[in-house]
């Protein structure tokens, strides 16, 4: 399984954009990359997840370049509720055996 | 439609015993995963059944098993409890289709503390 590298924590302000970007060099052919959050005590909610180029729904946008071996969530104008851990995922298609790693701890201030 | 149900939601064992958790999986998915959540850390992968059988594992101890029933909810047991068993315990539920498995729905979890 492609092992995923993103940052520990990040920290931003109600209304701005905000990007996490994930580094997976491994990634295979087949794999998917899938995005969720999480909040305290409550299980992970799935965001969103892509194959290539962009994708986006009404929550966020996942860009993905042509070699795959990142990809950058990006969450328009953030509310103190999206004070999360978001994960980055990579592997077989959404709810098979999810692997997850560390996460980004992202803290929204007002 | 409920999503996925999961009992109980906190539970204090005391070291060496066992302990059972369950899960009702979200309506129409018929897999069940399961996975412990330390504190400040991801999930990690248990185990997972379809069909009534467990079809994957993770990098887990015997100690840890389950069981799925006809109805697809599910059962996590846990023997001879440790400290480091104390953690989130958490049930998804997904599908597979024609274009590959459905997202994975988590349920709230099970805080389990062993003193």
């Known amino acids: 399984l492609a092992k995923t590298t993103q940052p520990i924590s990040m920290d931003s302000y109600e209304g701005q954009e905000v990007n996490i970007t994930c580094s997976h060099n491994n990634i295979a052919t087949n794999d998917y990359i899938t995005w969720y959050q999480q909040f305290p005590s409550q299980g992970p909610r799935f965001i969103i997840q892509?194959?290539?180029t962009k994708v986006t729904n009404e929550v966020a946008s996942l860009f993905i370049p042509a070699d795959r071996k990142s990809s950058t969530l990006s969450l328009p104008r953030v509310s103190l509720s999206d004070t999360a851990v978001y994960y980055c995922l990579v592997g077989d298609l959404r709810g098979n055996m999810l692997t997850f790693g560390g996460g980004t701890r992202l803290m929204v201030k007002p | 439609d409920a999503g996925v149900t999961q009992s109980p939601t906190h539970l204090i064992k005391t070291r060496g015993q066992q302990v059972t958790l369950r899960c009702s999986p979200k309506?129409?998915?018929?897999?069940v995963s399961w996975y412990q959540q330390a504190l400040g850390q991801g999930p990690q992968f248990i185990f997972q059944?379809?069909?009534?059988?467990?079809?994957q594992r993770g990098n887990f101890p015997d100690r840890f098993s389950g069981h799925q029933f006809p109805n697809y909810s599910s059962e996590l047991n846990v023997n001879a409890l440790l400290l480091g068993d104390s953690a989130l315990y958490l049930c998804?539920?997904?599908?597979?289709?024609?274009?590959?498995?459905?997202?994975?729905?988590f349920g709230q979890g099970t805080r389990l503390t062993v003193v």
């Open positions: 892509g194959y290539k």
């Open positions: 309506s129409g998915h018929d897999t």
């Open positions: 998804a539920s997904s599908s597979p289709g024609a274009g590959g498995y459905t997202e994975a729905f």
């Open positions: 059944y379809y069909e009534e059988e467990e079809r």
